[in-house]
């Protein structure tokens, strides 16, 4: 991207996808514009639906096609439309519910969808296809979990999963359909094109070199390649708003109703997609997706397999990065007690300047971070465990899946002896901030992990937080919450959580 990229004379570039085998090229769009309303306003595709415009719901949903990290593959998967907004789609390909049927035939998905019955209203009936759709093009032979997984971010009004859940096992039964990218173009304000044959080959051919920039009465969008020049952006425009995978800046447009003047998204910078495992650590660009950055994590710390399986939906998973995830600094984002107590690290960059500092010294106060002008998250590092230590980590909600956490709690264990030779606790929802539970730290490290120590322990939480009460939860309940989850954290490392369930259900 060249010096004049950043200048508001400069001439704008389109935004270029592939849609059902043509490519669109939009020039006239606000930037901020969501793909839902480009679809349903703009082309008049009314299968994609509009429920809740906030990620929550699933009607929206649809599936990008995009280029692995590689270029030489591509990847599928399912996103929310009504908070991603439309230059996000550039060099990718966007797939609807009526890009499936073909000639009059219907795709498997949606044919099993019909010989299943798992359509009642109707009105979230797209989102689960495109849901099932991307399940269907992934995994060839799915359990029920991954089936529940992947439905995990529809919700059905008419409580007809049962018959959703049969035509997801029952999907694969046709014949496979080969061409699922062919389609007739579709009418709209935009320039259409035949893109090369094959999906890798399409999408290389709308890959940019020098990035994006689009501008439109004023307003202006950048999308990067690099890590130079998206410091080199964020020097220029300090006051920009940094756009990762839209999953809170989009609420700012379509709940608050914000205007954004600059927008400066990350989601194409390179370095940022970096995800590799050394000797030492797992390092994490900021820009890689949470569904990519938790498989590599849990396989290294099976004990978050829980808490990740609850983490948001899969299509908030899909688009979410875990570097937005940790700059956003919500004192409720569930991965940061955990990398916290993990020991994560972050490398910070401005300009041609890198720092690097332990995440739990990152939060300084509500919404504060350590966060320079124009600083941006980079990499995020995560030590690989060793021996003998144990990270798990236990959230609680209202809904058991999707939901925001009353509590998040985390913990690494390192015992020796029957003592504690190490310990770390760190807690969301009970402060300002996502912080270690420092009293709680000391009472345990030393003693024998034993009841006495945690009864010592939950005692000291009080000293570490003082709760608030909200729509989510009271101020007693938040602590007591995290003091049992202390105390089922003792009973799983001690093998006695079962014996203790079954004994309360006897009293009970």
Sequence with gaps: MSESATNIDAPSETVRFVLDGEVIELRNVDPTRTVLQFLREDLRRTGTKEGCAEGDCGACTVVLAELNRDGDDVVVRAINSCIQFLPTLDGKELITVE???????????????????????????????????ALYKTNAKPSRRDIDDALAGNLCRCTGYRPIIAAAEAMYDAEADKDWLRQPAVRGQSKKHKPPAGRVAALQSLQRVDGLQYILNGRRFFAPTTSDELARLLALHPDATVLAGGTDVGLWVTKQHRELKTIVYTGRVAELHQLDVTATHIEIGAAVSLTDAMAVIVEHYPGLDELFARFASPPIRNAAT?????????????????????????????????????????????????????????????????????????KLSKRFDQDISAVCSAYRLELGEGRVTSFRMACGGLAATIKRATHTESAVIGAEWNEKTIENASRALAQDFTPISDMRASADYRLRATQNLLRRFYLETTGKLEQTVYEYGRRG
């Design 322 to 394: 875990l570097g937005g995830n940790i700059a956003n600094g919500s004192p409720i984002g569930d991965s940061m007690p955990a990398l916290i107590v993990a020991g994560a690290s972050l490398v910070l960059r401005r300009g041609r300047s890198r720092r690097e500092i332990p995440l739990d010294g990152f939060y300084l106060d509500y919404q504060v971070k350590d966060l320079r002008t124009s600083e941006f998250v980079e990499l995020i590092r995560v030590p690989l465990p060793w021996e003998g230590v144990v990270l798990r980590s236990h």
């Design 99 to 133: 890009s499936l049927a073909r000639e009059g035939e219907l795709h498997p998905v949606q044919q099993a969808m019909v010989d299943h019955h798992g359509s009642q209203c109707g009105f979230c009936t797209p989102g689960f296809v495109m849901s099932l759709f």
